[in-house]
């Protein structure tokens, strides 16, 4: 069974920078390609970004250019560096893979950002 566990969030002023990370426990991480989820309440899950296993990244547009998702394979850990946020980020993040959605999620972590 895959372990993904959130960390990072917390409160934030608009304008400010959060760094996510994400352990996941699976034996082939680094031949995954994997992805950063996010929900706020009221709305569906979204995918904000996603690496590959070669490391070529991909975002939504809502995040482009302020967000930066990145990975350790020596760690098996995938990362989200958030700059720039605004409340409209307000939500729990979580990881997973980006082709195959490993079961049970993560608990997430929560991100608030103030106004």
């Known amino acids: 069974q895959v372990q993904l566990v959130e960390s990072g969030g917390g409160l934030v002023q608009a304008g400010g920078s959060l760094r996510l990370s994400c352990a996941v426990s699976?034996?082939?991480?680094?031949?995954?390609?994997w992805g950063w989820y996010r929900q706020a309440p009221g709305k569906q899950r979204e995918l904000v970004a996603t690496?590959?296993?070669?490391?070529?990244?991909n975002y939504a547009d809502s995040v482009k250019g302020r967000f930066t998702i990145s990975r350790d394979n020596a760690k098996n850990r995938v990362y989200l560096q958030m700059n720039s946020l605004n409340p409209e980020d307000t939500a729990v993040y979580y990881c997973?893979?980006?082709?195959?959605?490993?079961?049970?999620w993560g608990q997430g972590t929560q991100v608030t950002v103030s106004s």
């Open positions: 690496i590959t296993s070669g490391g070529s990244t």
């Open positions: 997973n893979g980006r082709h195959v959605l490993y079961q049970p």
């Open positions: 699976i034996s082939i991480f680094s031949s995954n390609a």
